[in-house]
């Protein structure tokens, strides 16, 4: 893994078209050329992301919205907190 994950940072500069090219034969636009699932997982949150930032007179927070459409034909967002998991499950429907 490590040999293979070297080896790529030689060719980290490729744009994805030309990934996507090599890799895919043929290609669905309807769909992510390499993968259709994704699964994330962040191990904690940092005490910013949920207390928020303050900034002379300005300041930022975590604000949750709904997106409206599916980049992936399902994806799973789970992120540990103090708390426990937090996990977020989106599809394609």
Known sequence: VRATTVGAYDHQQVPFEKVVERVVKTRDMGRSPLFQVLFN???ETHEGDTKGISLEGLELGRE???EGT???DL???I???ADGLSISVEYCS
Do not use: G, I, L
């Open 41 to 43: 997982f962040v191990r």
């Open 64 to 66: 949750n919205f709904e």
């Open 70 to 72: 599916s980049q992936f």
């Open 75 to 77: 994806s799973f967002d």
């Open 79 to 81: 992120v540990r907190t």
